[in-house]
């Protein structure tokens, strides 16, 4: 179907990016979330997502609401997409609320942009392996949203999956000629006789969780369906884009008390307006938008997709989106197997020799190994709450640790020592820092170093060492064509990250100066 | 039972240690086999084998047997025995041939000590916990040697195990008022039912691999039963022991060749007799000493073993030997477990989450993992036979290598880089040594090194670090009395440890000078 092109710069792409999933652990990690890896595809499910709207709406359409705290990870993951990369704009929650505030979030934002602005809204962590065909179907789908109604994605089902919601279609009578469907309505998640019913039926659907819709529709379904939701992002509203209105006493500024002046005027610096927005987002009650919107409203339509599609809920999953081997095994990275069938190992560089598994997950990280039958992946979330409760910080992150001038990877901790590999991209270098607890031998294994250490700027090349004293101002850059890879020896009573003063940054990150 | 003193002077334990066993992979390797491995106990098999001993039969007459390749590893091994360890003798065979040429060396030589010699023979990776029951049921089957007996010990079997030969005792019709139990045959590992019938006939034991008897008997039995290697024994006794026969020419001399003078003179160099003896021992039939000699001897005495016991065949031997938990699991190192039920995982600091497993052996170490169900772990030999096809030789060695001056650990290897941890134990010294292919640069991170470089000394001290350049003469030493500890980064375009030239070794490995 050939659609005429829409209007591109009243589309904006809301890309929800604040999941911390812990299903996909021990890949997943508290600082490294499903959508920043890389499951399936080329690239991390965050940056495909990106790039499967490339070029449907202008660069600076695309926002991505993430939390507070994953917000400078998720700048510096995007960095890699070049100049996209700093056109895109983001959205803090303070915390996460589930997806109907953060949808209502950034519709107040867009809709103050122009009340005409239509939102696309994109998890961040599914795999839609064609996005041409993704770009296609979307067109279709902005057509319905220019109706005023509300836009889903459906998926044909191929199995009785009981994991998914469905959408119910009306039946054809009134069949629209553009290949949109009426939506009769959502329906929650259901057991497997009824799966297998919706199935033969024909006319159920899965729901995708990709929506299009004008904002002025959406905000006013809040208005009807999430009243209390409504009034705090008005109220929101107010604070951020009508502060002088803050001035006047009104519901939003509490009466005065003795000890507390009321200090109206000081709600125009930034600082206290994104603490009073903070708290106002906090105080939400967490609802998701199927819950709370999709499955209350009317003038519901649904673009069938024509494109491949996993929301990637759990290492299962893989099953539905890589091909497997003639065994019914997936098997990536370093392995060796005898006889395994239905099996899914995902390694890395670690040798993983299985024999005879069936049925079974397993996955290999550099610091922990997790091994499950398939119809118990739902548990690992237990695993992570006791590592949680038992303090086991490390198993919640990463040993390498992405950063926007590139990498490092602890190879090893003992008793007043830490090494790691340090590896900085060409023309990158890090701020300009003081440790107050450590110092740090430095060894280049690969390319040329340029450093400052105190009112000194030297090189040191390959198979060259320096070391860094304590409480000494120090500069790592790597001004070469190649990337810099240096071995850092630590040594210290205390050697955690954040024994750090930054007085200068090349990425805007905090400096004390 | 109370029995005199055995006349511990003639009493000689011969400990076979050729094995280079694959079942226990991945935590055994070529270099690492399993009687150097810490699976059970508080000490690796082949250090309680000695302890098991020690106070039975003086130092001096403890030998073990083993393969020249392994012969100064285990030497090595033996170190932190201390004083005793000095005073174990050691026979290399050139190549392994089973238990029977080992056991015949061995009589060889302890024959050639005294005639009237006793031979304890114990293999060196089976499991028994208790030491001084085991010296209790020798004195017993001393005894029995004395009489110039073959004496065994035999396992009371406590399931129907198809993986052990099983010892048939005589009606004991002219039971003997000792507790030595006539043999009435040796029956070879049977079939289940088979299994099943001899633990109800109450007659049958396990074979334990252990047996004392005097060297003349087992050499007038190898003459009889296994007259090849006898023929074999008595030229390789020739040429240890006479040499000055061999100038005569008879028949381990060959005729005279025009390019090859006969030069009988060339033989009384060690060199050359021992050249000669690895081409003699070489040249036999591997046979084991159960079916050469056991199954085919009369005169065959059992000790009952009260002692508790396990050959520790496969990983699944834990099952036998360990204590389980509640569900059945036994769990090692850095577990995290939910509902596993009747499982082995044997892990170490590495994080290990498992859910649900049932019946499986999962073993984890810092380069390879393996996991297998219990039935099949026979087929762990061909996941090592694929990595020796592929040349896969990291998996073969361990990460963390003993030596006698300490260990190190390969931390990390890159293109041009490796990165070891190296301890020193307090004294000790490395060679005097050179590399024509790296530099070294090395951080002490703990302790204190004294450091030669061609001509110079020098210490280095915590948070301190130095270069070694490319072909320079160094040496590192710990004078202190805690573990020194350095990391080193080799630098290089060859970074295999065969680039290395030694000048003077504390420990006798061969010098270039």
């Keep these: 179907m050939k659609l005429n092109t829409h209007n591109s710069k009243l589309s904006f792409v809301v890309i929800l990016a604040g999941g911390s999933g812990t299903r996909f652990w021990p890949l997943s990690r508290e600082t490294c979330p499903k959508q920043m890896l890389q499951i399936v595809g080329e690239d991390t499910l965050l940056r495909q997502t990106v790039k499967r709207i490339n070029g449907f709406v202008p660069p600076e359409n695309i926002w991505i609401v993430t939390t507070e705290d994953m917000s400078q990870d998720i700048r510096f993951h995007l960095e890699p997409l070049g100049p996209i990369a700093r056109s895109i704009r983001m959205i803090n929650e303070p915390v996460g609320r589930n997806t109907a505030p953060a949808i209502g979030l950034a519709a107040l934002h867009l809709h103050h942009l122009s009340p005409e602005s239509i939102m696309i809204v994109m998890p961040s962590d599914h795999a839609i392996p064609e996005h041409d065909q993704f770009q296609e179907d979307l067109k279709l789908a902005i057509k319905g949203a220019e109706e005023n109604c509300l836009v889903t994605f459906g998926i044909k089902p191929n199995r009785p999956e009981t994991g998914y919601g469905y959408i119910k279609i009306d ?90 002046p009321n200090k109206p005027n000081k709600l125009n610096e930034p600082e206290s307006r994104s603490a009073l927005c903070a708290m106002r987002y906090a105080s939400l009650e967490p609802v998701s938008i199927d819950y709370g919107i999709m499955e209350r409203s009317a003038d519901i339509l649904m673009v069938p997709a024509t494109f491949g599609w996993s929301d990637l809920g759990s290492w299962t999953a893989l099953d539905e989106i890589i091909e497997k081997d003639q065994d019914g095994n997936i098997l990536k990275g370093n392995t060796i197997d005898i006889g395994s069938r239905n099996t899914i190992i995902f390694g890395g560089e670690r040798l993983i020799a299985t024999i005879g598994l069936k049925d079974m997950v397993l996955v290999d990280t550099p610091d922990a190994t997790l091994a499950a039958p398939k119809e118990r992946v739902q548990e690992i979330r237990k695993i992570v709450e006791t590592l949680k409760q038992k303090g086991s910080e490390e198993y ?42 450590r110092s740090e031998h430095w060894v280049v294994v690969s390319g040329t170093a340029k450093v400052i250490r105190d009112s000194e700027t030297y090189w040191v090349h390959t198979n060259e060492s320096t070391f860094i004293p304590v409480n000494t101002k120090h500069r790592l850059e790597n001004p070469g064509e190649v990337p810099l890879q240096i071995i850092e020896v630590q040594n210290g009573d205390y050697l955690e990250e954040n024994d750090i003063e930054r007085f200068d940054d090349d990425y805007g990150r905090p400096t004390v100066v």
Tied chains: 1, 2.
Aim: hydrophobic content about 30%; glycine content about 6%.
């Design 171 to 260: 039946d054809q009578k009134d069949a629209r000629p553009d290949g949109l469907l009426k939506v009769e309505r959502f329906v929650e998640k259901p057991d497997v006789p009824t799966a297998q019913k919706y199935i033969s039926l024909g006319n159920y659907y899965w729901n995708s969780g990709i929506f299009v819709w004008k904002t002025s529709r959406i905000l006013s379904e809040i208005e009807t369906h999430l009243p209390s939701l409504y009034k705090t992002l008005k109220e929101i509203e107010v604070i951020l884009f009508e502060p002088n209105k803050l001035n006047k006493p009104n519901k939003l500024n509490k009466p005065n008390k003795p000890n507390q």
């Design 396 to 437: 919640l992150l990463h040993k390498k640790v992405e950063r926007p001038w590139g990498n490092y990877t602890v190879l090893e901790k003992g008793s007043g020592y830490k090494i790691k590999r340090v590896v900085i991209n060409p023309g990158a270098k890090l701020s300009l820092q003081l440790h107050r607890k």
